[in-house]
């Protein structure tokens, strides 16, 4: 359907404001966009230094449907907004990573 590809596409055209508006008319409606939407438009917020919308984008998801990606982007903008203790309680509910598998073809140091 049309509208299920209308978010991704706003992304890739970098409407920020435009996906925003139609993420939130989405919502209105009862409909659910994909979460890549959410994240790309926290990250697009991020890149313009728009560090009150990441947070209000975030408000709007459930906080288990934050993935890491979101959630290194929402302790980023915490950092900038001098919001320390906030950005270091997104850090501490990102999941702790793999060791590196012993079949890996990166070296140790670059995991």
Not at 62 to 83: C, D, H, K, N, V
Request: charged share 25%.
């Amino acid at each position: 359907d049309g509208v299920a590809a209308l978010p991704a596409a706003l992304l890739r055209d970098d409407a920020v404001e435009l996906l925003d508006a139609t993420l939130a008319l989405l919502e209105e409606k009862g409909r659910t966009a994909d979460v890549a939407a959410y994240a790309g438009l926290m990250a697009a917020q991020l890149r313009r230094k728009d560090f009150l919308g990441v947070a209000g984008t975030a408000a709007r998801l459930p906080s288990e449907a934050l993935t890491p990606r979101m959630r290194a982007i929402l302790s980023a903008a915490a950092s900038q907004r001098g919001r320390l203790d906030e950005a270091l309680g997104h850090l501490r509910h990102m999941p702790a990573p793999v060791e590196a598998d012993a079949r890996s073809p990166l070296p140790p140091s670059a995991a």
